[in-house]
């Protein structure tokens, strides 16, 4: 049973999504593509038909991302908008995920999800936000993916995944330089399940959600 990665930007890591974003495909390996809000300018348009394309007659690209709001960083809201509602349909077309960035942006998701006649299935990666906003987010098509933050007990991160229902729950280590097995240790002793429990579990809520399987 293998532990896998679902949101990674290190390259060459077994079991793993790549974070290839809006740069040219890398061949055969697990990728998400998308435009992340901080790369957004005026031809996002441009780029976001290749990617299109490429997720269209690709198999490899198994997720749209990272993309979402970034009320931080990032251009105006009004574009963050318009590019991630229409990575969301290209996601829902495809029948993947989409990996979402947000960043003090809670209410903007809200408002996508009750807009939304199908949104895609949607990860939000890095999750490290208080469970009250999480619990709004359950009657909607949304998945948390857990990273670094699990190795500090007291996160917000470890204290949603106790109360989150275990079918939406995923993991990744994101820009770290920490190994996949040891979020999947620090979530097995936080829940009190086996890591090999875990790592089946992961596969299962992808395939579950995913028209593009991994095993
Ligand atoms: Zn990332």
Known sequence: MHCWDIHTHRQGQ???IF???KSNMPAGIPVSMGIHPWELDSNW???FEKIKRVAAQNPCVLAIGEA????????QISLQKEALYAQAKAAAELGIPL????VKSHDLLLEYLKSAKSP?????????????LAAQLLPFPVFFSFGRQLLHPGSNAAKWLVA??????????????LEIESIYQAASLILQLPEARLAEQVIANWNAISKRKIS
């Open 14 to 16: 077994p079991y793993s």
């Open 19 to 21: 974070q290839a974003g």
């Open 45 to 47: 348009e441009t780029y």
């Open 68 to 75: 979402g709001f970034d009320r931080l960083k990032g251009p």
């Open 99 to 102: 990996i979402l960035h947000c």
């Open 120 to 132: 895609p299935c949607i990860i939000w990666h890095g999750w490290n936000q208080k469970s009250e």
């Open 164 to 177: 989150c229902p275990i079918d939406r729950v995923f993991f990744e280590t994101d820009d770290s330089e």
